[in-house]
C-alpha cells in the first residue's frame, strides 16, 4: 500500500467504513497518511433496533452517532465531518448539490485518494448515489489533477460486469483494528458478532479471508 498525500472516504452510512475498508484506513494512519471520512448520514433509519427492541428510530441517530465517533477513534481517524443528510434520501438529494459537496472536499483537503462507493454496483441506493456524486466531482477536474478513485463493489455482478478487483489488500496485521471498529457499530453488528466469535476464535479460512481481505476497483474515466 503506498503512502498517499491524503486520503478522503465519503460514504453514506455510519458502519460502511467498518466493514470493507477499515483494514486500508488503519494501514493509511499507521503509515503517517491523513484520512479525512465524509459521512453523509446518521444511519437514522437503521433495521437493527434489537429484538426485544433496545431503542426507538428517534434515539437510533443519537445511538449511531456515538458509534460512528468510536469507530473513528478505533480507527485513528482524527478528521470525521458528519454531512447532515438524512439516511435514505441520498438518490433524492440534487445532484449538483451533492457534486459540489464533494467538490468542496476535494478542494480543501486536495486528497491524492478517495475511497467510495462503486455507483450501481453497490447494492443500497444510498451508496450508488455517494459513489456517484464522488464520480462526477472528479470527472470535473483536469484530468492530471484528479485523485486515483478507489470503489468498493459487492453487488452479484461486480466481478462479471467490472472483472476482478483492481486493488488487493491483505490487512491482517491491523485486523483487531478493523475488528474494534466494526465492533463499535454494536447497534448494527452485535447479533452478526454473536455467531462469528466461535469461527474468529478458532482461525475459520472462511471467515479470516472476509475479515483479512479488502477489495477495490478501481475507476476508469472514459
Not at 455482478?157 to 476482478?164: A, I, R, T, Y
Not at 478493523?178 to 466469535?197: C, D, N, V, Y
Request: glycine share 6%; with cysteine.
Amino acid at each position: 500500500m503506498e503512502k498517499e498525500r491524503h486520503v478522503l472516504v465519503v460514504f453514506p452510512h455510519p458502519d460502511d467504513e467498518a466493514f470493507g475498508v477499515s483494514g486500508t484506513i488503519a494501514t493509511h494512519i499507521k503509515d503517517g497518511t491523513p484520512v479525512t471520512y465524509a459521512c453523509l448520514t446518521l444511519g437514522e433509519m437503521g433495521r437493527n433496533l434489537g429484538n426485544p427492541p433496545f431503542t426507538n428510530r428517534e434515539e437510533l441517530p443519537k445511538i449511531r452517532k456515538k458509534e460512528l465517533t468510536e469507530s473513528a477513534r478505533a480507527l485513528g481517524i482524527e478528521d470525521l465531518r458528519m454531512m447532515g443528510y438524512r439516511d435514505k434520501t441520498i438518490e433524492f438529494e440534487d445532484d449538483e448539490k451533492l457534486t459540489n459537496m464533494v467538490t468542496s472536499l476535494i478542494e480543501e483537503l486536495n486528497p491524492s485518494k478517495i475511497i467510495t462507493f462503486y455507483p450501481g454496483y453497490a447494492v443500497h441506493p444510498d451508496h450508488n448515489a455517494t459513489g456517484a456524486a464522488v464520480i462526477r466531482a472528479v470527472e470535473k477536474m483536469p484530468p492530471a489533477a484528479r485523485p486515483v478513485l478507489h470503489c468498493v463493489a459487492f453487488s452479484n455482478d461486480s466481478v462479471e460486469k467490472l472483472g476482478e478487483a483492481d486493488i488487493v489488500y491483505d490487512i491482517s496485521p491491523v485486523n483487531k483494528i478493523k475488528l474494534a471498529a466494526i465492533k463499535a457499530h454494536r447497534s448494527q453488528t452485535e447479533q452478526m458478532f454473536a455467531g462469528m466469535e466461535e469461527k474468529l476464535k478458532n482461525q475459520d479460512p472462511e471467515v479470516m479471508a472476509r475479515i483479512n481481505i479488502e477489495r477495490f476497483w478501481t475507476y476508469k474515466f472514459a
